[in-house]
């Protein structure tokens, strides 16, 4: 009787479990497809930001692929990204809602491909709770919603680790790995390295952990022909390209503050503040589960394609910040946050790992720590209002201001020509006047590039009488400058008094401020806020005033 009752407790606390875990599933179901659905909501809140206005000049333009690749040798990123997007432009325009599309897509499939994954090396309650947990972090909000190629590398990668794991899952099973399989790790490792260069790294490190942990003739071999012939081209190409870079000065720095920084963003895009906590739950399960199993003398349920594919993701993690650091301290100055979170993926098989043997550990425990995990998800949506607020410097807001100003239709206005972005050259000014600022200028005038010191003290004929016209009221534009990008509130404030002291001048300039919203806060109180400004128009005073701001 005692043990008939016991066997029904038992099987009671079985149910519930089941039932526990069913409904874990359904809640990230609900969060993850949130987060997919959020990834076409406001694409077109945001103006374009510098980044994506040179992602228009390299391929939004009807000549050809050729031209794209001929403009993409004066960049430091490889070609096929921007070869891709301007055929999707071609198709489907280049609006903001339009052209970002292809990154939004990109996004929700790598995780949805993450969900997907053949090899099943995780529980789908692990893979749905990882692909949240990514879905959610600043990292992935940003570039899905961004026409840069990140969301397409996160595509990449994550199909590679996919493959990766079916193939591991092959040869553990004594199967030789498929042409098809091999096939498509040789085809995705070379269009990765030619849509990002730390991509390109990330692929190197792969094939590296491919050759030694998958005994298989077969993908050996793909893996080192491919990785060959991909590193000849790659390097091939880069030296091509050496004598047609635009972009001889940069904002990457090898100073240490700069590398530490860089360090501490990563951390800070890589999962969002509820996702940290999620994931301290689940390491603090993992522990538990690990001394539960000691105690109790039982071993861990074998996990074999799942323990190897996730030590390849941490290899690739940890490789790509070692293999970055050295390439920008041999050779040059490239190491980002956002270089790095080309590895993001890893972090979601990381995530996916740590959820089953957390789940697994310890039978109760184990799924209180993994039920506090999921319940730690649904807060994140909470952030998604952001979708609906501008996010990015401020071109298009304050483009519209000025060309709203009756007084300055078809008037001449002067801009910032942006330092650090582009040198102080005559196919930079043009690129800057055209491209830049005159994306989203509609007043009818000219735009006329110059960098600050020329703004400030410059006396350029054409300038001084464009500035003393509008400071005497002969030209009834009030306004002096316009610049976005490199700029912020310090220097803004310096280049309105330069201006206010040329002689031909001689009268106050306010600045007005274009605010961008951005995600503020600590964990639990996390809110979109007005943030520092990045686009700066200056105007000269109607009365006598101080400089200042407004």
Known sequence: MD??????????????????????EAVLILVLAGFWASAFVGLDASGYWIDELWTLFV???????VEVVQRTMTDAHPPAYYVIVHYWMRVFGDTEAAARGFSALCAVAA????????????????????AAAGASSPFWFKQSQNLRSYALAMLILTALLGCAAAAKRRSRTGEPVGWGACAAIAALGLLGAFVHYYLFLAVGLLYLALLVGVPDLRLRATVLVGGCVIAAAVLTYIRAAESHSLFT??????????????????WGLVLDGWAKASLLALTIGTLCGLWVRRRMGSAADAAPVADW????SLFLTLGL????????????????????????????????WLFDQTDKGAPRLGLLFAALATIMSPPELLLLKGRLVNRTEDWRGS????????????????????????????????LAEHALFGRYYRGGGRLIARPQSELAASRDPRLVALLGARSAGVDPCPVLAWGVHDLDDRQAAALASALARRPEVNRPVTVRRFLSYRLLGDIFKARWRAGSPAAYVFEVAPHARSAGFR
């Open 3 to 24: 043990a008939t009752a016991a066997d029904g407790a038992t099987g009671r606390r079985a149910d519930l479990a089941e039932v526990l875990r069913r409904l874990m």
């Open 399 to 430: 483009a519209q201001y000025i060309a709203r100003q009756t007084a300055c239709r078809g008037r001449d206005i002067a801009v910032v020509l942006p330092a650090l972005f582009l040198p102080d050259t005559p196919f930079s000014r043009g």
């Open 111 to 130: 995780s949805a491909l993450f969900v997907a994954w053949p090899g099943k090396a995780f529980s789908r309650r692990a893979r749905l709770f990882a």
């Open 59 to 65: 391929a939004g333009h009807s000549g050809g692929v």
């Open 309 to 312: 594919i996730c030590g390849v």
């Open 249 to 266: 000065q940069t904002w990457f720095s090898n100073d240490p503050k700069a590398l530490t920084t860089a360090f501490a963003n990563a």
């Open 321 to 352: 910040a070692v293999a970055g650091l050295a390439v920008s301290l041999l050779f040059k100055p490239s190491f980002s946050a956002r270089n790095l979170m080309i590895a993001a993926p890893c972090v979601w098989v990381l995530l996916a």
